[in-house]
T-cell receptor, first 114, second 123 residues
């Protein structure tokens, strides 16, 4: 069955540190890839997405992610985190078929300390 | 971006009662909506796909009679947890895609917008 793995369950960083959150998926077909963020008490919000083209995608708030097809990975990065980045981050995969279902990873809780 | 509103945000109910959760797309039409369940420190698990004017499609292992879904209009889907038990306590989230955008780009290439979730506690 298709799955999405986020290996970092809880990450603690100081402000200005660099961030990389891992995401791997198991589906072998064509996929769309997403990173969502959930700030405390708020909706899931889309950070960035990859559909096609340049595998390095830039999202909001200085985040970026790189799709490496050979590794089935879509890791999220930010060169310098801020306290306001404290949130839960979810990677999600959408098979490009008629089902259009989003499959989510288990999430990574990021805590940034000033 | 588009807004999806869920109501209520929190609900506490007694064991054996039923609870209805609403999911509305406020500024777009959504023929299809999705219902997810999230356990603490776990992923969002897709429960069912809600289809306007037809029956919902449930994921494997999700009880249809337990989680009743009704999608009566292009902007409203409801999830009713029937005869709730403490093990049904969870965080329920809905999502929807804009029909207009999906027709143009294809559903797989259309961003899904999420409601704020409903925290259900069954006592």
């Amino acid at each position: 069955a298709q799955s999405v793995s986020q290996h970092n369950h809880h990450v603690i960083l100081s402000e200005a540190a660099s961030l990389e959150l891992g995401c791997n998926y198991s589906y072998g077909g064509t996929v769309n890839l997403f990173w969502y963020v959930q700030y405390p008490g708020q909706h899931l919000q889309l950070l960035l997405k990859y559909f096609s083209g340049d595998p390095l995608v830039k999202g909001i708030k200085g985040f970026e992610a790189e799709f490496i097809k050979s590794k089935f990975s879509f890791n999220l990065r930010k060169p310098s985190v801020q306290w306001s980045d404290t949130a839960e981050y979810f990677c999600a995969v959408n098979k490009r078929d008629n089902t259009d279902k989003l499959i989510f990873g288990t999430g990574t809780r990021l805590q940034v300390f000033p | 971006g588009a807004v999806v509103s869920q109501h209520p945000s929190r609900v506490i109910c007694k064991s054996g009662t039923s609870v209805k959760i609403e999911c509305r797309s406020l500024d777009f039409q959504a023929t299809t909506m999705f219902w997810y369940r999230q356990f603490p420190k776990q992923s969002l698990m897709l429960m069912a796909t809600s289809n306007e004017g037809s029956k919902a499609t449930y994921e494997q292992g999700v009880e249809k009679d337990k989680f009743l879904i009704n999608h009566a209009s292009l902007t409203l889907s409801t999830l009713t947890v029937t005869s709730a038990h403490p093990e049904d306590s969870s965080f329920y989230i809905c999502s929807a895609r804009d029909d207009f955008v999906a027709r143009d780009r294809g559903p797989s290439n259309t961003e899904a917008f999420f409601g704020q979730g409903t925290r259900l506690t069954v006592v």
